[in-house]
C-alpha cells in the first residue's frame, strides 16, 4: 500500500515558478515508481513526468524543458520544479504509483488506469 499526500500548489503569474511536493507513506521499503498526472478545466487527466526507481525520468513535450521531477528517497518525498509558468499549465496536480519497483511501459506511462495509488491533488493556477 502507498499512501501520498500533495502540496506546494498555488496562484502566480505565467513566468514564474512553483514546486510541488508529495509526501510519500509506504508500508514497504521499496522504492517504487512516481509519476505527476494533471487535470485542467474540461479536460482529461494527464500525465506530466515520471520517475523510476533508480531516478530515471521521462516527460511529457508540453512540459519538456520546463518542469523537473525529483525525489528525496531519504525524505521519502517526491517533487515537482515547475519553471517558466503558461496559463495553460493551470490544473489540478495529482502524485500517483503504481506501487511497483518498475514503471509503466513507454507506450503506457501517460495512461492513468495504471496507476493504482493517489494523492488527493493540489491546485495550481497559472495567471497572465
Avoid at 46 to 67: C, H, L, M, Q
Wanted: proline share 2%.
Amino acid at each position: 500500500q502507498v499512501h501520498l499526500v500533495e502540496s506546494g500548489g498555488g496562484s502566480v503569474q505565467a513566468g514564474g515558478s512553483l514546486t510541488l511536493s508529495c509526501a510519500v507513506s509506504r508500508y514497504t521499503d521499496r522504492s517504487v515508481c512516481m509519476a505527476w498526472f494533471r487535470q485542467g478545466p474540461g479536460k482529461e487527466r494527464e500525465g506530466v513526468a515520471v520517475i523510476d526507481s533508480a531516478g530515471s525520468t521521462t516527460y511529457s513535450d508540453s512540459v519538456k524543458g520546463r518542469f523537473t521531477i525529483s525525489k528525496d528517497n531519504t525524505k521519502s518525498t517526491l517533487y515537482l520544479q515547475m519553471n517558466s509558468l503558461k496559463p495553460e499549465d493551470t490544473a489540478m496536480y495529482y502524485c500517483a504509483s503504481n506501487g511497483l519497483t518498475t514503471c509503466p511501459n513507454w507506450l503506457f506511462w501517460k495512461y492513468d488506469t495504471v496507476y493504482n495509488y493517489w494523492g488527493q491533488g493540489t491546485q495550481v493556477t497559472v495567471s497572465s
